[in-house]
């Protein structure tokens, strides 16, 4: 009788068993993922003007892609998010500032009249980005991606896990 109970109640045990396992993991990654507090104000300033941008062009690329349905709004929005925030990338990495959690790398400033033209490129391309359609955004949106990639494949260190910029 006791091996027929047990055997019942095996798929409940197991059932138990890996919510128990799921829900430590929810909490181990809530706590691994926690906000670690910023030494440097201009660095976590930094990485908030990035993700803005990130977000803003995911949107965007989102659209593009049919991952989410076109809205003439949004992408408008997204399109002034990346030219206001395009515009903040010079003044943003102006002073030499490193610690832990900036991905730029040394050579930003050492080889700045060329990293500001860059920024300068960004922005044009922000500018230019065509929000009337989901085609016309299509065809105007691989100017922005090359312009953050020409950018970040030379000044930006690779990212290390749960960073964005």
Not at 3 to 11: D, E, G, I, N, Q
Not at 108 to 133: G, V, Y
């Amino acid at each position: 009788m006791l091996k027929h109970l047990s055997a019942a109640h095996a798929p409940f045990t197991r059932f138990f068993g890996y919510g128990i396992v799921f829900g430590l993991s929810l909490v181990l990654g809530s706590v691994l993922m926690a906000k670690v507090p910023y030494e440097n104000e201009k660095i976590e300033a930094r990485v908030a003007l990035m993700n803005t941008q990130k977000t803003a062009l995911s949107v965007l690329t989102d659209m593009a892609s049919g991952r989410r349905a076109f809205n003439k709004r949004q992408a408008r929005d997204a399109k002034n998010t990346l030219i206001e925030t395009t515009k903040d990338i010079r003044p943003h990495f102006k002073h030499i500032e490193m610690d832990a959690h900036t991905l730029a790398r040394p050579n930003l400033w050492t080889n700045w009249e060329d990293f500001e033209l860059r920024a300068k490129n960004a922005q044009r391309a922000a500018k230019r980005l065509n929000p009337r359609s989901a085609d016309t955004l299509r065809q105007s949106l691989p100017a922005m991606i090359k312009g953050c990639h020409n950018c970040h494949e030379r000044y930006k260190l690779q990212d290390r896990e749960f960073t964005t910029h």
